[in-house]
């Protein structure tokens, strides 16, 4: 289960010294984070793969107006990689991602790994009960050192069904927290050129299982490195690093 874990949240922000207290807002900031359709991204991964991230349309989820980002060749899927995430919205204030669909896929493939061991054979599916539709707060503008925040805070419940029958069902619940902190201001040097202002970004994340009135906690981290009106020009996760080679905004 760890392994998979290991590339988050995707996959995926200021105001305070070492405080949760949001920032005061300042003027705002136009392509802070930029998010017009048509602007895209050409990542390369330590391996030498490489893959595109482009701005390709507009949806709007629960009343709310988002972009859609689109992957050409991306790289493998993780649990929770906010990097990853299809929707994003742009506030004057913050940078948002949505994550139903990585939090579901990730209680109903890891859910059932922890009951494996004690099912052997059995066939077993995941009933998640409803819940509301998550955003992970991905950075909030604008940025500034030292500023902590947490990302994302969510419980999900629900029943390990076995055998498909109603009468044999096991609860659990996951409890997913990550937080995340503007370390540094500093200039970085990349395969797409030279930022003299870019922001490094670690987000670290605890996820607890519990099975069998049983805890079990998960812990991972990621860094990024973001330029304003740029995007995210460097991530760097347990055994991976990922660098811009390229970009087009419009």
């Known amino acids: 289960m760890r392994s998979t874990f290991l590339i988050l949240c995707a996959i995926f922000l200021l105001f305070g010294c070492g405080s949760d207290e949001t920032p005061t807002p300042m003027e705002q900031m136009p392509d802070y984070f930029p998010n017009t359709v048509g602007s ?63 939090v579901t896929d990730y209680v109903q493939t890891e859910i059932p790994k922890a009951a494996q061991d004690e099912f052997a054979g059995l066939e077993l599916t995941v009933a998640i009960e409803p819940f509301a539709h998550p ?77 069998f009135s049983t805890d079990e906690t998960i812990q991972g981290e990621q860094t990024i490195w973001f330029a304003p009106h740029v995007g995210i020009v460097k991530v760097e996760n347990p055994g991976d690093v990922t660098e811009l080679i390229e970009y087009t905004l419009q």
Do not use: C
Request: net charge negative.
């Open 135 to 211: 955003e992970l707060v991905f950075f909030q503008i604008p940025l500034v050192p030292n500023f902590q925040w947490d990302a994302l805070n969510i419980t999900v419940s629900g029943n390990i069904v076995l055998q498909n029958l109603v009468l044999l069902q096991i609860p659990f619940e996951a409890h997913i927290h990550v937080k995340a902190e503007v370390v540094a201001e500093i200039p970085l040097e990349t395969p797409a050129g030279s930022f003299e202002k870019t922001y490094r970004i670690e987000y670290h994340t605890e996820i607890t299982h519990t099975l």
């Open 40 to 102: 895209r991204w050409i990542y390369k991964n330590s391996d030498g793969s490489q893959w595109t991230r482009e701005v390709s349309g507009e949806a709007n989820i629960e009343g709310k107006d988002y972009q859609v980002f689109e992957d050409t060749s991306p790289i493998a899927e993780a649990d929770l990689d906010f990097l990853n995430s299809t929707y994003y919205r742009v506030t004057s204030n913050q940078v948002m991602f949505t994550m139903s669909e990585k």
